[in-house]
């Protein structure tokens, strides 16, 4: 069957619950997913610097060849990738993807040293979001940033935080766009402390400090802070907790990141999407992956990430929500990472947009929970795989998985010389 005609047959079977699937698709590929550049090289950056170290809770895992060596293999790759995704994308750059000449410590960082993101982000016409790095250097050794005991320390990192909301500034007015800012650090400690008072007390007036910038301006600068529950190093306590995170942000007036992966092995996150936008204007998403710890594998299409979207949709909440990646898999091709795990996502946005939202909701209303629990059933088998081909085919990529072909071909050219 064609793609035309399966897609008629689809369209007139949801028709007859009142839903209009070319209203569905093109609002499923107007809404933005922003990529993240920490795919494309493992998690590693391209600093120019004397020294540093990896870690701080971040890890890749597999060998896989053909990771980006420098941000223009990284720009290439990414570019590739989109080119194999339907919808709108942008892409989030983490500061240690500084490119420079010289040696710029991360509290001397300034938009100069994205230029060439920028410069490329203009050509390819997406926008782009930032992400300071609290982690990878030598200051963040033991385990501790924003929150650490030391003033000096600490202080390097409030420069840093206030020097990323200037850059992001920066290319928000570049852009002509809001960029926005996601804030994760890695303090905490592998045993338990005596003390968990005194880095919760440190890091809420660091980041008070950092975010009391009068000079940036908070519709350009858009931030959000991201709780965790443990990583490497830091199992037994985490200073960011959920608790910090969402207190900090409903406190100070200031976005909550919720990631798929920094919760309870078995807790997921689509019931706390309700929850919090009850109190807040906007909460970002990183759309992850966890397999039994923060594992952060390749997103797939499976129920988690459908009731995300679901939650959003049912509480007509896409204004109120950024989408963000955070997957990173050393094991697999990085393109096909990028391009099963951005795919996944927006099959995701558009499933949820194709939900029977209001005629299950007046069986709800209506006691009627065999009718709304029948249909909520129906809906499993419903063809939504021919109005996702159409999506596709109306984005001008790949149906199916004809974008494998285009991956091992850019693989063959490109990544294996490296």
Request: hydrophobic share 40%; glycine share 6%.
């Given at each position: ?101 010289k040696f710029v410590d991360r509290d001397e960082m300034d938009a100069s040293c994205f230029k060439k993101w920028m410069d490329w ?298």
């Amino acid at each position: 069957m064609n793609i035309e005609k399966a897609y008629k047959t689809a369209k007139e079977q949801y028709a007859a619950f009142g839903i209009d699937t070319d209203a569905a698709i093109q609002k499923a590929l107007k809404l933005p997913i922003s990529l993240h550049c920490w795919q494309s090289d493992d998690v590693a950056g391209f600093e120019t610097k004397p020294e540093g170290l990896s870690g701080g809770g971040i890890m890749a895992t597999g060998n896989y060849p053909g990771r980006a060596r420098n941000g223009e293999e990284a720009r290439a790759d990414i570019a590739k990738a989109m080119s194999l995704i339907p919808g709108k994308q942008r892409v989030n750059v983490h500061a240690c993807y500084s490119e420079t000449k010289k040696f710029v410590d991360r509290d001397e960082m300034d938009a100069s040293c994205f230029k060439k993101w920028m410069d490329w982000a203009e050509s390819q016409k997406i926008c782009l979001d930032f992400n300071p790095t609290f982690f990878a250097h030598p200051k963040s050794q033991d385990g501790y940033t924003l929150s650490h005991q030391d003033d000096e320390i600490r202080a390097f990192w409030i420069r840093h935080g206030k020097a990323c909301r200037r850059i992001a500034q920066a290319m928000a007015e570049a852009q002509g766009s809001p960029c926005y800012v996601n804030w994760w650090t890695p303090d905490g400690s592998k045993e338990v402390p005596v003390d968990c008072w005194g880095p919760r007390a440190r890091m809420a007036a660091s980041y008070d400090t950092i975010m009391n910038d009068k000079s940036i301006d908070r519709k350009k600068c858009v931030d959000f802070i991201e709780s965790k529950l443990f990583g490497i190093g830091s199992e037994s306590y985490v200073v960011s907790s959920a608790e910090f995170c969402s207190d900090y942000a409903i406190s100070r007036k200031m976005g909550l990141c919720l990631d798929m992966g920094h919760f309870h092995p078995t807790e997921t996150i689509d019931g706390k999407i309700s929850s919090h936008l009850t109190f807040m204007d906007r909460i970002l998403l990183h759309v992850s992956r966890p397999v039994r710890w923060d594992s952060d594998h390749v997103v797939i299409f499976n129920d988690d990430l459908k009731n995300i979207f679901l939650e959003i949709q049912r509480g007509k909440a896409w204004d109120r929500v950024v989408l963000a990646l955070d997957f990173f898999d050393a094991s697999i091709n990085r393109i096909g990472a990028y391009v099963i795990g951005t795919r996944a996502a927006r099959k995701g946005i558009l499933c949820a947009l194709l939900d029977p939202t209001k005629p299950l909701q007046k069986y709800e209303a209506a006691g009627k929970n065999a009718q709304r629990l029948a249909m909520m059933e129906e809906f499993k088998s419903m063809p939504f795989g021919a109005v996702w081909d159409m999506l596709c085919e109306k984005a001008g990529v790949p149906v199916g998985m004809a974008w494998v072909a285009e991956m091992e071909k850019y693989e063959s050219k490109v990544q294996s010389g490296r």
